[in-house]
């Protein structure tokens, strides 16, 4: 172990083997040579004076209030200390709550990946019987336990299900619909004042054409005789570039606007097998072929169409919206 002694004088400064081991080295022979080396070195070395550093010390004063200042130092050095050590500590405890959270991470994402390979069909089932979902008034959780009922016969059941889920949403439906599009307000009023008072064969038209209004305003205004229930190529071509341009980067919500572009029994032609006693057709009705589709049913499976068309118009507006603010 070395040590180097200062004596005001630089050139005092000397080495001093201290570790008993140095006898080994050579001991005070080798210390007498180290010593004489440095004496060589610093000879002709001179300073302007000898380092007083207690006649530097009474240069400086001491704010009247350090003893309160130290002292608030040392309180805050004490809290930080405690501090520091909370945070160690919820550090461990959330390192361990995120290493049994990942397994369970890894089994959401697995359950969203088959989710998401699944919803077209399950989309699919819904719409064949007349049902439509919204992004804002449909639980995706629903989705495959009633499209089984479906599939399984259980047509009554998951209809009435269908009904009770429509229902329940029916004024913060109508409210949406009034306020994304104020113009057809009145429209909409009347329809829907229709539907509450069981006057089904006025509400069900009023509300197939609006639908057709509001996917036309939304989707393509200035394409001449386009409508977002047609089959002509140049229209699906318009939807499909609506929807890549409105949902890039969203989860589910182009699987839901890519149903329209699907086969399904409320937008096919008159005649196609997909059409079955009971089953909800706009054609059909709006050219006066269908008398009977006057039901509670097929209003609230009107309702659910409106609710699904308008929902291209939410997501574009919510496109718009991020677009600008970024």
Request: glycine content about 6%; charged content about 20%; hydrophobic content about 45%.
């Amino acid at each position: 172990m070395v040590k180097l002694f200062i004596n005001g004088d630089i050139r005092a400064a000397r080495l001093r083997l201290l570790c008993p081991a140095c006898a080994s080295y050579g001991g005070p022979t080798m210390a007498s040579s180290i010593n004489k080396a440095i004496s060589d070195a610093l000879k002709g070395v001179q300073l302007a004076a000898p380092c007083d550093f207690r006649a530097i010390s009474k240069g400086f004063k001491l704010p009247p209030n350090f003893g309160e200042i130290a002292k608030g130092m040392k309180v805050l050095r004490e809290q930080m200390v405690k501090a520091l050590a909370e945070v160690a500590k919820h550090q461990k405890e959330f390192a361990k709550y995120h290493q049994s959270l990942g397994l369970d991470l890894s089994k959401m994402r697995e359950g969203m990946r088959l989710f998401k390979a699944h919803l077209p069909q399950g989309l699919k089932i819904l719409a064949d019987h007349g049902w439509f979902v919204s992004g804002f008034h449909t639980p995706l959780a629903v989705i495959f336990p009633l499209a089984q009922m479906f599939q399984r016969g259980q047509v009554e059941q998951a209809n009435q299900h269908m009904c009770t889920l429509v229902r329940e949403h029916l004024h913060d439906t109508e409210d949406m619909l009034s306020a994304d599009f104020p113009h057809r307000a009145a429209i909409l009023k009347k329809a829907f004042g229709a539907l509450r008072s069981g006057d089904y064969e006025l509400s069900i038209p009023a509300m197939l054409a609006q639908a057709d209004g509001i996917g036309r305003e939304v989707i393509a205004a200035k394409t001449p005789k386009f409508s977002i229930t047609s089959k002509q190529e140049k229209f699906k071509a318009e939807i499909r570039n609506f929807i890549s341009n409105s949902t890039d980067g969203s989860l589910y919500t182009a699987d839901i606007l890519e149903l329209i572009l699907a086969e399904i029994p409320l937008t096919v032609s008159e005649g196609h097998q997909l059409l079955k006693p009971g089953v909800l057709n706009r054609n059909a009705i709006l050219h006066g072929a269908d008398t009977v589709y006057a039901t509670e049913l097929n209003a609230l499976r009107t309702v659910s169409w409106i609710d699904y068309v308008s929902y291209f118009g939410t997501v574009a507006h919510l496109r718009k919206t991020a677009s600008t603010k970024s």
